[in-house]
């Protein structure tokens, strides 16, 4: 960064914003020429560009990178309603990842390890479609989110085939599935729906993403709480029997 021939500020030359955004000269023009891009300061004929022309062609390079053309950019830039950062912003909630797990590649030697030469290529397609492996090529395979390894490892060291276990894992996707909609339906008609009926003000915004920042945590915790709930339910309902079935046939031996 240079300094400018009055030193009252540091600003950069277009082949310097160049160099700094990664964008060609004749871009940044033709960014210019299109109303994308404020002016620059001009001093003794040369152009001097600022911070803020560096944050709008990285926002100009980020709305290309979710799919926007350049006259669509134009369009969000200028509008009141609709700002580009807060669109970035959005974006970012909605696909930021739940789970704070990173992936995991494991090997088919290492699967075998830990869960038997059973884990054959049947299984394995059957583990493929719940999700919880990902295929990479020469027998090497990703997990998303490695815990739910960990826990069908735990189920089967603790007597349980893997088989029975992977028809449960398909009911709780398919259960969790119907939750998840149920959770963001909740939000869209409550949350959402009100915010795009009143035209996305823009004062509302920080609200309404934290509000789905929220969304899942709110709803892991619901589905934890439900579950803890019902699960204690179930097993004293089952058990329960079998004590009291264990506890009728001691009683018949001392008689």
């Not at 290492?110 to 054959?120: Q, V």
């Not at 915010?195 to 509000?211: H, I, K």
């Not at 709110?218 to 339910?233: E, P, S």
Request: aromatic content about 6%.
């Amino acid at each position: 960064m240079a300094n400018s021939p009055n030193g009252a500020s540091q600003s950069l030359t277009i082949d310097e914003l160049g160099r700094e955004t990664g964008m060609t000269v004749r871009t940044i023009r033709s960014h210019q020429a299109r109303e994308l891009l404020p002016p620059p300061e001009v001093r003794d004929r040369v152009g001097y560009y600022g911070p803020e022309h560096i944050a709008r062609l990285r926002l100009i390079q980020e709305l290309q990178a979710e799919g926007f053309n350049l006259r669509g950019i134009k369009r969000l830039l200028g509008a009141t309603g609709s700002p580009a950062q807060q669109l970035l912003g959005f974006g970012e909630v909605v696909r930021a990842p739940f789970a704070a797990e990173e992936p995991q590649v494991f090997t088919l030697e290492e699967l075998i390890e830990r869960f038997g030469a059973g884990i054959g290529p049947d299984l394995l397609a059957r583990v493929e479609r719940l999700g919880m492996l990902v295929p990479l090529g020469g027998d090497r395979y990703e997990a998303p989110v490695p815990s739910l390894l960990d826990l069908a490892e735990e189920v089967v060291s603790n007597g349980v085939s893997l088989e029975p276990v992977l028809v449960v894992v398909g009911k709780m996707r398919e259960r969790c599935e119907s939750i998840a909609r149920a959770f963001v339906g909740l939000y869209l008609a409550e949350v959402w729906k009100p915010f795009a009926d009143a035209g996305y003000p823009e004062e509302r915004w920080p609200e309404v993403m934290q509000s789905i920042e929220g969304l899942r945590p709110v709803a892991a915790k619901a589905v934890q709480a439900m579950f803890g709930l019902t699960m204690t339910r179930e097993v004293e309902a089952a058990f329960g029997k079998e004590l009291s079935r264990l506890t009728k046939q001691a009683k018949g031996a001392r008689s």
